[in-house]
């Protein structure tokens, strides 16, 4: 959403906004809604970028502060719009052990996956602006990087509706990013630059037909537009969620995560430029891309093991906007 990322398949050092598509789109053909159903993780991000992207971000080393800054009670019904593959389900069930916790995307790739990775949940497909809840359903919504994708009226109208009396919603935003790459993974070699000559226009028409970030909203406007829509007692909180695989206080479990996640966005980009623009590459290009890719991140984690800090960082700002259903 307006700093949520996904990586730009021309370079892993590279990242554009993501969005749009989720939840603001009908169709009316059975098999066009199919594939669109399946649009975001097949040409935005993948199931694996996204599950293990956000398996770091809401990782238990940051448990405590989302605890603090979330205040939800544990044993509330916490709906989450935009799940995505379940990274985030997966945290809430750990530190909300007796919530009783659905999600629902309109990608039934992640439905599926998330269905597998958290089954004390319930998973739904289905729009963000068209939720299929009765009026007064849960104690909490909840959803992260998606509001900045989705027309924001509908989308904290239908969140106020399904909410009881007192009910909280929570809108997680990415407000920044700090993307610092290691300079084996910034070379892109002569093979990516003519892959990315070849995609580069039918790319951008695909983001701008996606709408990504069609709705991006400020740190001001977003509590300002919860409070139109009739949430009260909004407040804001910012979590810093930091990921340097050479700073000491990083374990070498979450080091070696933190490259495999690259590694996982590096090789999915690449695939979703076959699935954007396969009249411009070949299957046979992409791979030979993706082992270009594969043997940079290995690159990369041979200086950890050697003990050659890099310092790279991503580091992200992550706000948290809450509004309460009077």
């Given at each position: 959403?307006?700093?949520?990322?996904?990586?730009?398949?021309?370079?892993?050092?590279?990242?554009?906004?993501?969005?749009g598509i989720r939840g603001i789109i009908c169709?009316?053909?059975?098999?066009?809604?199919?594939?669109?159903?399946?649009?975001?993780?097949?040409?935005?991000?993948?199931?694996?970028?996204?599950?293990?992207?956000?398996?770091?971000?809401?990782?238990?080393?940051?448990?405590?502060?989302?605890?603090?800054?979330?205040?939800?009670?544990?044993?509330?019904?916490?709906?989450?719009?935009?799940?995505?593959?379940?990274?985030?389900?997966?945290?809430?069930?750990?530190?909300?052990?007796?919530?009783?916790?659905?999600?629902?995307?309109?990608?039934?790739?992640?439905?599926?996956?998330?269905?597998?990775?958290?089954?004390?949940?319930?998973?739904?497909?289905?729009?963000?602006?068209?939720?299929?809840?009765?009026?007064?359903?849960?104690?909490?919504?909840?959803?992260?990087?998606?509001?900045?994708?989705?027309?924001?009226?509908?989308?904290?109208?239908?969140?106020?509706?399904?909410?009881?009396?007192?009910?909280?919603?929570?809108?997680?935003?990415?407000?920044?990013?700090?993307?610092?790459q290691a300079p084996v993974m910034e070379d892109?070699?002569?093979?990516?630059?003519?892959?990315?000559?070849?995609?580069?226009?039918?790319?951008?028409?695909?983001?701008?037909?996606?709408?990504?970030?069609?709705?991006?909203?400020?740190?001001?406007?977003?509590?300002?537009?919860?409070?139109?829509?009739?949430?009260?007692?909004?407040?804001?909180?910012?979590?810093?969620?930091?990921?340097?695989?050479?700073?000491?206080?990083?374990?070498?479990?979450?080091?070696?995560?933190?490259?495999?996640?690259?590694?996982?966005?590096?090789?999915?980009?690449?695939?979703?430029?076959l699935a954007i623009a396969p009249e411009a590459?070949?299957?046979?290009?992409?791979?030979?891309?993706?082992?270009?890719?594969?043997?940079?991140?290995?690159?990369?984690?041979?200086?950890?093991?050697?003990?050659?800090?890099?310092?790279?960082?991503?580091?992200?700002?992550?706000?948290?906007?809450?509004?309460?259903?009077?």
């Amino acid at each position: 959403m307006a700093a949520s990322t996904f990586f730009c398949p021309k370079a892993t050092g590279c990242a554009l906004t993501r969005g749009g598509i989720r939840g603001i789109i009908c169709f009316h053909d059975d098999e066009e809604a199919k594939r669109m159903n399946r649009l975001w993780s097949t040409c935005v991000q993948g199931v694996g970028t996204l599950y293990q992207s956000r398996s770091l971000r809401f990782s238990d080393d940051f448990k405590e502060a989302y605890l603090r800054a979330l205040g939800i009670e544990d044993g509330a019904t916490v709906l989450e719009i935009g799940c995505g593959p379940g990274a985030l389900m997966q945290s809430l069930a750990r530190w909300y052990p007796r919530s009783a916790l659905r999600g629902i995307d309109r990608d039934e790739n992640f439905i599926r996956f998330a269905r597998e990775k958290v089954p004390s949940a319930q998973f739904d497909v289905g729009d963000a602006t068209r939720l299929p809840y009765e009026e007064g359903s849960f104690d909490v919504t909840l959803s992260h990087t998606v509001m900045e994708h989705v027309e924001p009226s509908g989308f904290l109208r239908e969140q106020h509706r399904v909410l009881r009396q007192g009910g909280a919603c929570l809108v997680l935003s990415v407000r920044r990013v700090i993307d610092v790459q290691a300079p084996v993974m910034e070379d892109a070699s002569p093979l990516e630059d003519a892959i990315w000559k070849k995609v580069e226009a039918r790319y951008k028409a695909f983001s701008r037909e996606a709408g990504v970030g069609a709705y991006p909203v400020d740190e001001r406007e977003l509590p300002l537009l919860m409070e139109r829509h009739g949430f009260s007692d909004v407040s804001t909180r910012y979590v810093a969620i930091s990921l340097t695989p050479d700073d000491p206080g990083c374990s070498r479990e979450t080091a070696c995560a933190i490259f495999e996640d690259r590694r996982q966005m590096a090789l999915e980009s690449a695939d979703a430029l076959l699935a954007i623009a396969p009249e411009a590459v070949t299957a046979e290009e992409i791979e030979a891309l993706k082992q270009e890719r594969s043997a940079r991140c290995d690159r990369r984690r041979a200086l950890y093991n050697r003990g050659e800090k890099q310092w790279d960082t991503y580091t992200v700002l992550m706000g948290i906007f809450r509004g309460v259903k009077a």
